[in-house]
């Protein structure tokens, strides 16, 4: 079935460190790729997102490339700030429009240290 | 954009109570609700999908007496989790239309 594979944390950075969470997938079909972030004590925001192949999603100079050919969609920025410390999950849905499915991994929690 | 508000963000209680969790659609019509579990340190765990005006779907191994959802109208969506014990405690999150999810609600049952 489809699922989705994150690396495992949690990982440390110093401020103005950059920052790459690996993420792959398998799924058949042409899912459509998420990052959300969820803050402590918080719900889960939607950072960016990619529907089709070679797709980048970009938000507060976060950004991650839908790549079919490694099934990957892997988080990067820049240069983190400490306010950036939060859980990050990577996710798929199998065909845009089908909402009842959202696949989770397991999460990656970052720790940027001033 | 779709926004989702969920209520309470966090309740405590006493074992053998009943909470109720709501969520709202405030901009939109929500036909379909989902909702989560997420454990400490885990990722979210679909429980049930709520379909306005019929019976709620529920995955695998979650216990629709124990867990039961309404979504009587297209704007609200309730999750109440009957006579709560300490292993129900936990983070339970809604998620709307498209992608959005509620803040959550941190439940904890002592």
């Known amino acids: 079935g489809d699922s989705v594979t994150q690396m495992e944390g949690p990982v440390t950075l110093s401020e103005e460190a950059f920052l790459t969470i690996n993420c792959t997938y398998t799924?058949?079909?042409?899912?459509?790729l998420f990052w959300y972030v969820q803050y402590p004590g918080e719900g889960l925001q939607l950072l960016l997102k990619a529907t089709k192949a070679d797709d980048k999603g970009s938000n507060k100079g976060f950004e991650a490339t839908y790549r079919k050919e490694t099934t990957s969609f892997h988080l990067e920025k820049g240069s983190v700030q400490v306010s950036d410390s939060a859980v990050y999950f990577c996710?798929?849905?199998?065909?845009?429009?089908?909402?009842?499915?959202?696949?989770f991994g397991p999460g990656t929690s970052l720790s940027v240290i001033p | 954009g779709a926004v989702v508000s969920q209520h309470p963000s966090w309740v405590i209680c006493k074992s053998g109570t009943s909470v109720k969790i709501e969520c709202r659609s405030l901009d939109f019509q929500a036909t379909t609700m989902f909702w989560y579990r997420q454990f400490p340190k885990q990722s979210l765990m679909l429980m049930a999908t709520?379909?306005?005006?019929?019976?709620?779907?529920?995955e695998q191994g979650v216990e629709k007496d124990k867990f039961l959802i309404n979504h009587a109208s297209l704007t609200l969506s309730t999750l109440t989790v009957t006579s709560a014990h300490p292993e129900d405690s936990s983070f339970y999150i809604c998620r709307g239309a498209g992608y959005t999810f509620g803040s959550g609600t941190r439940l904890t049952v002592v």
């Open positions: 799924a058949t079909g042409y899912p459509s």
């Open positions: 709520s379909n306005e005006g019929s019976k709620a779907t529920y």
């Open positions: 996710a798929l849905s199998p065909a845009l429009g089908s909402y009842d499915k959202v696949i």
